[in-house]
Every structure is written in structure tokens, then in C-alpha cells.
């Protein structure tokens, strides 16, 4: 009992010192997933995860303002779980726009909408072969970003350094530009952006993203070169969301040399309240390799594609 009440006396004190200037606040939220998830090998097998967020936020008597968060995934579960630590970023930001270090989306990411729509506990809807989040030249995920928003338009401009233990020689930069409107009522979002990884590894991308009342429609395509490869892909998606319910499909390409891959993806989502949602996840995916007649030059599609299906389905609790 002393150390209860020792425990609650020291955490009540705390939050006093916390709150004694009114421009700093320091936030904590959660998410837990309990459930089954089948990984491709037939068996449903346990699953179950924990992450934690603390948000830090600050502001000089100038009006800088400062941020900081560190995302905590590291918590060892059933078979499938997370056992990955997290990422944090820092940042500042004032009447120039805002500058962001860290584990965060470099511009090429940060301009294009992804195509997947809800969320499932093993995340089977973005991780099919065929998805792309526009994040394959961010080098180390270690990111400097400038970024700023006028209105419904925001651009920013991005590096990756270089020589960094990834495997990356070259610094990578990266451009985007997002822009907004309304159509009648309907939500319409546009982006394009730019990466330059040195020799051999630089990219152009669009999305188109709409929202005609309850369904949203979205395209997203980028085409360059990765690893000294053609690169290209092409994805779509659409979603419905009506009341506590929300269904989410795509369906994408990549072409990287001669390997050629495609994917599916399906996530429903059911809002229980109070923070608690369930949530049923499945992809399917396959893979193939095409050859090229060293006589004629004809690239011949490979006919014998690897498939893989995975699902996941459980509770997703938001703290």
C-alpha cells in the first residue's frame, strides 16, 4: 500500500510540474492488437502487439514552436507480432515552414497519397508485392525535411545522407509539390514529386486522390530507376466508409528489371467505440520473372508466378 500511494503521490506531482508552463505539453497514446493472423503458411497463429507514442511540444516566447516524438514498438508478443523498435523525429516551426529531422517521410512520400484505405492488425493491405508507399529512397530513413503549407498548397524538399551504413554512396534528394480542391462539395487532392539518389536511382510520382460522398477513388504512379533497374509502378484503390463501417481495396504493379509482381489487398474495419475497432486484413500477391531471347531481343513474360495469400482478424485498441 506505501508503494501504491508513494507511486500515485510522484505521478500527480509530476503532472504539476508539467502543466506549469501552460506552452508545454507532453502527450501519451497506445494501440494494442490482439487477434490471429496467418502469414502465407496456412496456420492461424497468435498475434498480438503493443505500441506507444509520446508527443513533446513546446514554444519559445518568440512564437518558435519545437516538437518531439519517439514511437515505441518493441514489445515481443505471439508469433507475428512486432519485435522492431520504433522511430522518433524532431522539429521546429515558425512563420518559415516547418523543418523536420528523423524517422519521418522524405518529400517524394510526403507529396503522393498512398492507395490503401483502413487498417488491419498485420498491416496485409500494404504489404502485398504489389503495393508501393513511396518510400523505397529514403536510404536509412533517417530524413531532413522542409516543408510548407499555404492554403490547400504545400511544398517540401528533402536529403538523405549518403554513405550512412545502408548501402547508400549518394545523398538523396527529393521535391514534391501536394495541392487541394473542391469539386461540388467533393474532396480532390493532387501531388507530384521528384527523388535523385545519384546514378541510377531517381524517380517521378503522381496521385490523384477524390471523395464522392461516401466512396474515395485513388491512383498513385511513379516511373524511374532503382538499384540501376527500370522501375515502374501503378497502383489503385478505393474505399467505403458509412456509420462504424469502412471497406478498403487496391491493387498494384511493380516492375523493377526483369521481375514483375502484383497484389491485392483488402482491409474491413468496424468501429466498436470508445477507441476499440474490429478489423479483418487479407492480401494476395504473386510473383514472376521475365526473359529476354538474347537473338531477337524479345522479352518474353514469365509464365510461372509464386502466389502468396496472408490474413489477419482481431481487435485494434486505441489508448
Request: aromatic share 6%.
Amino acid at each position: 500500500m506505501k508503494n501504491i500511494l508513494f507511486a500515485t503521490t510522484a505521478l500527480v506531482a509530476t503532472a504539476g510540474i508539467a502543466s506549469a508552463d501552460d506552452n508545454l505539453n507532453v502527450a501519451i497514446s497506445g494501440l494494442a492488437e490482439i487477434g490471429v493472423n496467418d502469414n502465407g503458411n496456412g496456420n492461424l497463429q497468435y498475434f498480438q502487439d503493443i505500441d506507444v507514442r509520446f508527443d513533446m511540444s513546446g514554444e519559445t516566447d518568440g512564437g518558435l514552436g519545437f516538437t518531439a516524438n519517439i514511437d515505441l514498438d518493441q514489445v515481443p508478443g505471439g508469433v507475428g507480432s512486432s519485435t522492431t523498435d520504433g522511430g522518433g523525429t524532431i522539429g521546429v516551426s515558425g512563420g518559415f515552414g516547418n523543418v523536420t529531422m528523423g524517422d519521418t517521410d522524405g518529400a517524394f512520400d510526403w507529396a503522393l497519397t498512398e492507395v490503401a484505405m483502413g487498417g488491419s492488425m498485420a498491416d496485409n493491405e500494404t504489404s502485398h508485392t504489389g503495393y508501393n508507399g513511396n518510400n523505397k529512397f529514403e536510404g536509412d530513413s533517417q530524413v531532413l525535411r522542409w516543408d510548407h503549407t499555404i492554403g490547400t498548397m504545400g511544398v517540401a524538399v528533402s536529403m538523405t545522407q549518403g554513405d550512412d551504413g545502408a548501402g547508400v554512396e549518394d545523398d538523396i534528394v527529393q521535391a514534391g509539390v501536394k495541392y487541394g480542391m473542391d469539386m461540388g462539395g467533393n474532396a480532390v487532392n493532387m501531388g507530384v514529386s521528384f527523388a535523385d539518389g545519384g546514378t541510377g536511382n531517381d524517380a517521378v510520382g503522381i496521385s490523384l486522390s477524390a471523395g464522392l460522398g461516401a466512396v474515395t477513388a485513388r491512383l498513385n504512379y511513379s516511373d524511374g530507376e532503382l538499384g540501376g533497374d527500370d522501375f515502374n509502378h501503378m497502383g489503385v484503390g478505393v474505399g467505403w466508409s458509412q456509420g462504424p463501417l469502412t471497406i478498403g481495396a487496391n491493387y498494384g504493379e511493380i516492375e523493377t528489371g526483369t521481375e514483375s509482381t502484383d497484389g491485392f489487398g483488402l482491409a474491413v474495419n468496424y468501429s466498436l467505440g470508445g477507441g476499440a475497432t474490429f478489423q479483418i486484413g487479407y492480401a494476395s500477391d504473386s510473383k514472376s520473372t521475365s526473359t529476354t531471347d538474347a537473338a531477337t531481343g524479345i522479352v518474353t513474360p514469365g509464365d510461372n508466378p509464386n502466389g502468396n495469400d496472408t490474413m489477419s482478424m482481431g481487435l485494434s485498441l486505441s489508448f
